[in-house]
């Protein structure tokens, strides 16, 4: 075991960080792709498959009444993925509706009751994310969590990991065995997921689809959760001989992963 830090570790470089589960009685390690030189990192899998936002059927607007609302800032997705909260929704605006079952298209993928994406991080592991600045239509939020915008994926700004592996992402072990198989994925299957931007500035959300482009859905549809986070570049960090890395661990806190956990997740044979 070595230590090194974030800054020192190369891009593509595997990262466990929080613990999340499609269920909240069972939880695994998030494994992450250090995407730039500059900390930031990606989900190398899809973790979940949940609405972008619910129907806010108090609003005057016809389309976000039927179908959710399109604006990143004031989204459901974005609320939950900066939560530590075990109840997190709160409503962010007037005509606001959580994720529940009345809300969303699927009733399978509402997500209301499900802990916040952060409630399962150690405090360590929060300390060391960096609160970006993100520009939405209602205006800047600061998030620790976001989702990936399509110019991180493609073109002369995307991230440089993926200037060396493809963009699309296969769906968390997790996800397919306790509800990805109901939605016809498998452990082969590219799932698409999420991204920040709007389609054709209209009332439909982009997500990059299983063929690898851009495509859309309503809001209240459901698609995978990718997410970004970007790491302080100090974040001491230990690397095994395999070349995964976590955040040390401080103050004696409890081990997040059993060793079999840790060798199931990253599919090392036990030696």
Known sequence: MVETTVSKIRVGTKLLLGQYGVSA????????????????????????????????????DYNMRMFGNPDYGRSNILQF????????????????????????????????????????????????????LIHTPSGVRESLMRLPSYSDLVGDDRFQLFSRRGIRANGSEDYILHRGLYA?????????????????????????????????????????????CTLKPDTVLEMDENGFCWVKQV?????????????????????
């Open 25 to 60: 009685d069972e939880i695994f390690p998030i494994m992450w792709l250090k995407a730039t030189p500059n900390g930031d990192f990606i989900a190398a899998k899809v973790l979940d498959y949940i609405c972008f936002d619910g129907r806010e059927r108090q609003s005057a």
């Open 251 to 271: 103050g004696g806190q409890d081990k997040l992963f059993t060793n079999d956990e840790l060798f199931e997740l990253l599919g090392v044979a036990r030696p």
């Open 81 to 132: 993925l900066n939560s530590q909260d075990e109840s997190w929704w709160n409503p962010t605006h007037e005509s606001d509706s959580p994720p529940d079952r009345s809300n969303v298209c699927n009733i399978n993928d509402a997500y209301h009751d499900h802990c916040g994406f952060l409630y399962n991080f150690e405090e360590y592991e929060i300390d060391s994310l960096v609160r970006k």
């Open 184 to 228: 016809n994925f498998d452990t082969g299957s590219y799932v698409e997921f999420w991204l920040s931007d709007l389609y054709n500035n209209g009332d439909y959300k982009a997500v990059l689809s299983r063929n690898g482009e851009m495509g859309y859905k309503h809001p209240y549809h459901s698609a995978g959760l990718r997410p970004v």
